[in-house]
């Protein structure tokens, strides 16, 4: 582990949708690689550095940064001190005897840490005083993938707390087999924890599904207002129709949305949302069918055959082809949500690699779903031209007691804390 360092970057402006550059405290110590570029009404501090691939995060009861490691395949606890108008770190431990690349969640009274890994989700007791972790056991099983995408995302819920909800992706770009739901992937499915406790559900057999035909789902969520369940969705690579090469701006990526576990009735619940034959239209012109918009449903070529992509569900927002959303999560209000896209690997010039929020009325969004213009920036590079190599890339979201926005980025090994969210 290296050091944890406090610094806080300052903030820059280069369109007319960022505020000026201007001078901010820093914690004891020094410094960042970067200075993320803010937009209008946020400011922004560098709370730690040296961590090991820092994926997603959660925020405890007695408001410590519990930090998926996946460098070190375990969760690093920062006990965070309020310094009025900057946090710093004040100390920090691993957690011995974690096991999580990816994946944390807390439990709805905060005494039960969740993480996963390629296989399992794995329960921990949790003491957010004193960081004490018992040992852990398996409550999920049989995930493993022989191909990509390794990591599973999982969420817990406060309007039904026996709850799990776990996101489990494709074996490789085209996923021919999960047009089945046996291939217990490419889907969301939820899990009884108590029932998980007493003896490990096998992801293949056990659960319920939520929605499947999702290439990888990398973050899901619940808006804590109004109760509904929303995921990022990473989708197909080097996508090509009637031979001509149409990757570069498309398929989209996607939010989308999936009711509200404890519904009387949930019309979402296990819904088809097109993958792998049908996948969600980003730049229509270029793809070249009569009548597509925005999220549009496709089929590309080398898919599984689909007559019926037009009755599948789509997404409720859409994003800039393979700019990798992560995370996503929501103010306590639920008047936004903050999506932290990685950022691409397979398009030229490079996107993504930044925070942005999305307003939210009454639970919904309050663009359309065919809209290009829903998001809003809140943290950028300032070159992207230089990533991904080069740059921060955010990966997981939390949100203090405060409002404060937290944000890792696993190719630098920092956290940012992000004020006026």
Request: hydrophobic content about 35%.
């Amino acid at each position: 582990m290296g050091q944890i360092i406090n610094t806080v970057a300052s903030v820059a402006a280069l369109t007319a949708l960022f505020i000026p550059e201007v001078a901010a405290q820093s914690c004891p110590g020094v410094s960042g690689r970067f200075t993320p570029r803010m937009g209008s009404g946020y400011r922004v501090s560098l709370l730690a550095t040296g961590l090991r691939q820092p994926r997603h995060i959660a925020i405890d009861n007695a408001g410590n940064l519990l930090v998926a490691e996946g460098g070190a395949q375990s969760v690093r606890r920062l006990v965070l001190q309020d310094q009025g108008n900057i946090v710093c770190v004040q100390s920090n431990s691993q957690l011995s005897g974690t096991n999580t690349n990816h994946g944390i969640a807390l439990s709805a009274d905060g005494r039960t840490l969740f993480t996963s890994n390629l296989a399992s989700v794995n329960a921990y007791s949790y003491d957010p005083a004193t960081g004490q972790v018992g040992s852990g056991r398996q409550i999920v099983t049989g995930m493993s993938n022989t191909g990509t995408h390794p990591t599973r995302a999982i969420a817990t819920s406060k309007w039904s707390p026996d709850t799990i909800l776990v996101a489990r992706g494709s074996q490789n770009n085209i996923d021919t087999t999960t047009t089945q739901t046996s291939s217990g992937r490419s889907m969301i499915k939820t899990f009884s924890i108590s029932a998980g406790t007493q003896s490990a559900i096998n992801y293949n057999t056990g659960g319920e599904v939520l929605g499947w035909g999702l290439r990888n789902i990398v973050g899901l969520t619940e808006d804590p207002a109004y109760g509904g369940i929303w995921s990022v969705e990473n989708q197909m690579d080097d996508l090509r129709l009637n031979g001509r090469d149409i990757h570069n701006n498309n398929p989209a990526e996607r939010l989308s949305y999936h009711g509200v576990l404890n519904a009387t009735t949930n019309r979402y619940k296990g819904v088809n949302y097109g993958y792998p034959s049908c996948v969600p239209a980003w730049d229509p012109e270029n793809v070249g069918v009569s009548g597509l918009v925005v999220g549009s449903l496709f089929k590309p070529d080398g898919v599984p055959n689909a007559n019926d992509c037009a009755n599948r569900m789509t997404g409720r927002l859409h994003f800039h082809a393979h700019t990798a959303p992560l995370d996503v999560k929501f103010t306590a209000n639920g008047t936004a949500a903050y999506i932290a896209f990685h950022g691409s690997w397979n398009r030229n010039p490079a996107d993504g690699y930044r925070v942005m929020r999305v307003d939210f009325n009454n639970g919904n969004p309050v663009a359309d779903v065919s809209s290009k213009t829903a998001q809003i920036p809140v943290m950028e590079n300032n070159n992207a031209a230089s990533c991904p190599n080069n740059c921060f890339r955010p990966v997981g979201l939390a949100f203090d007691a405060k409002g404060r926005l937290y944000v890792s980025s696993d190719t630098t090994g920092e956290i940012y804390v992000i004020y006026g969210a």
